[in-house]
């Protein structure tokens, strides 16, 4: 970022401010998230689990979707992160919100256009997407009572991550256009929502030098190791419902090897949580997202080879 300006080309700009803000290695997540759905909505017709280039795409749709969601927040918060964070990409102008709505109109297009085609005009998947759309655009104007929300920051969060459950049933549409409601998919739209406010905790829970009176933050709420006990607790119950999801995937044999990995995982999170409650500070908390991140993706990956190790895959 350094070595760019006003003048730089339109693309290294933008880059950099998806550098800065939307990772592109965070792509991983939300691809995994839609294979975690399509597999969990395809088991329920029973037989091989295929897969093939309309996943890839349905990939892409997905990430445009969560790209689109964080275009919001910097509608959201634009004003707040110029006073809080001035030397930012959008902050500092070298993109401006005007760029970002374009981005957002594309991305638009992208999940309709995918949407309406995998429903053959207007049905379930679309559906599914407005509903979705639709919760979006109210946690944009922050459901219209957004001085009681940055007053109550736990409640903030729960009304956020509502929308995880919404985005999971819109991407099994996404794959099975028309899917049941199974058992088995309730209970990945649960932990997609638990993995969410799990994960919301931990960013927002800081390090002492990291606090400021103009952002507010769990660890203020809750103190710092107040903080990250709410966050153990959250990943302890992410992955029991990542357990009482495979269970209801796999009713006769509970497989063994999926209890040992999300163990481990679990293990390699208390772990650093723990030093993180006894030696606080911005390495720790960056340490702390990094292993909620991965108890949360092999949750899902577990889950994929779950599925996938009961009824097989055949690529198409």
Known sequence: MTDLNINSPWPARFMAWVHQRFALPNALLFFILYITAAVVAR???GGEIALGGLDVLACVVTW???LLLRVFDEHKDYELDCKNHPTRVLQSGLITLDHLKIVGGVTLVLQLG???????GFGPTMIAWSAMFA???LMG???????WLNKHLTWYAVSHMLVMPLIVWWLANMAVPGVTLTPQLEALMLLAFISGFCFEITRKTKGPEEERDTIESYSRIFGTQGSAMVVMGLVTAMVVNQIWLIN???PEKFPIWSGVVLGLFWLMGMKQLLAFTKAPSTEGREKNEKSVALTLLAGYAVVIGVV???HGAVLV
Do not use: P, V
């Open 308 to 310: 996938l190790s009961l």
């Open 248 to 250: 209801l995937l796999s």
């Open 141 to 147: 104007k922050e459901f219209f009572i957004e001085e």
């Open 43 to 45: 088991a329920a017709a």
């Open 135 to 137: 919760w979006t655009c």
């Open 64 to 66: 445009s979707f969560f």
């Open 114 to 120: 995918f949407s309406l085609a995998r429903d053959g």
